[in-house]
């Protein structure tokens, strides 16, 4: 964090922040090791998740038959592939005095769609409704007004652990539900956020109905994502190879 705070504060000492909109959000979080001893194995993992170019082959070294179980599952601690809270959520700070007013905390659940339509109102008022977004302008939030918003849906793919492709997460309200999208066979775990924000008490067989909407919604959700990816307008064959090829040499694709 502390390396991070350098850094930003040398961007913002190098702009000219009137009539800047500055927003600082992530793409995750992170799975920070507490005791001593798992230390060592956080530091394998983030050598490999960040390892760019390198990352298949260290991959693949870890994940060889060749070496023991230990050894393939060791080190997946920071990011751990999953969608837990403590991995799922992120920060979200936007600065605008001349719009948002300063120290106001949104305690809200929202999601990392709605960000971009916030930046454009913050451009320019209604320029969001201008195109079809899944998600939805923050300014209401940011004047103190209620907005009521979709559940927030999260993806992670490639769970060595649990044997599975695609995990879901869906969160709305005080309860989380994460299922494994291309196994059925796994079984779903449901937390109650207000009681257990840790998610350490799985209450799925307690509570199967509450799993079984909140898996309905995030069925229609994922379809919905999938119509709007494939509309006319979004993007073409070309650019989809070039985004995949992005993301194989940072290591995020196979």
Known sequence: MSGVDVSLGQIL????QAGTVIVLTADHGEKLPQPVQTRLRSTVRWVIDHAGPARPILEAARKS???????RH?????????????LARAPLVMVDPDRLGSGNV??????TIDTLPTVLDLLSPGLSGRYGFQGESLLPL????HLDLPPAVVEAHVSVRMNTALLVGISVAKWKLAFA???????????DLSTDPEEKRNVAK????VAEDLHGQALRISQESERLHQRPGSLSPEE?????????SLGYQD
């Open 13 to 16: 000492d190098g702009i000219d």
């Open 65 to 71: 038959r060749l070496v023991s179980n230990k050894v």
């Open 74 to 86: 060791f080190g997946i601690t920071t990011h751990e592939y999953h969608v837990y809270d403590v």
């Open 106 to 111: 949104i305690s809200q659940q929202v999601r």
């Open 142 to 145: 940011a004047s103190g007004n």
């Open 181 to 191: 999208g291309d196994n059925p066979a796994l079984p779903w775990e449901l937390y």
């Open 206 to 209: 307690e509570c199967p109905r």
């Open 240 to 248: 989809k190879a070039s985004v995949a090829e992005r993301l194989r």
